[in-house]
């Protein structure tokens, strides 16, 4: 049987990619891409030519019947998202749980993935912690958010730009405005901030500076 390898990509900065992860693209069969335009950059900026198929959230009920028979024939396979490590709210869950259940090996590399420097960065317990990714856009967030009120674990969010503000202030309401938080965004890239302290500062902090790039918020538990 060929391996599944699930392969971290730089979330910012270029060089966060590993030599390992290089060399596995290299030597991969076929190489599984969220997007291939995005990915195509990628591996063009480290010299890797290899074949890339579209593998998104969108069609991976479809794809993975089939990537999971070319592993049984024996091809080495490489799982990337368009940033950080697949399977953390990136398409890659499905596809390990398939290779799995048919006996095929899978290997995960360490590399990128966007909420550890935000955890570890943002001065809260890092101990212990609850990752909850994105919360519901509409329905049922209002109930999630109650149901962490009594967490006592530090959590940890991705949000847009366009939800950050209402996701603070949506937060300030259940948990008490006075609860220390991380908002950290562009993690690697060159204007990588982290802004810190009661949930009302940071919500004052970003009423009067527009919320601009990607965000890791990092909640301190009960």
Known sequence: ???LYIVPTPVGNMEDMTLRAIRILKEADLVLAEDTR????????????????????FNEHGTSAAIVERLQAGQ?????????????SDPGFYLVREAVRAGVEVQTLPGATAFVPALVSSGLPCDRFCFEGFLPQKKGRQTKIQSLADEER???FYESPYRVLKTLQQFAEVMGADRQVSVCREISKVHEESVRGTLE????HFTEHEP????VI?????
């Open 218 to 222: 990092v909640l301190a538990g009960r």
């Open 1 to 3: 049987m060929g391996i």
């Open 154 to 156: 530090t959590m940890v």
């Open 38 to 57: 995005t990915s195509g950059i990628l591996l063009k900026h480290f010299q890797i030519q290899q074949h890339l198929l579209s593998h998104h959230k």
């Open 212 to 215: 601009r790039g990607e965000f």
């Open 201 to 204: 500062e940071v919500i004052a």
């Open 76 to 88: 080495t396979i490489a799982l990337i998202s368009d940033a950080g490590t697949p399977g953390i």
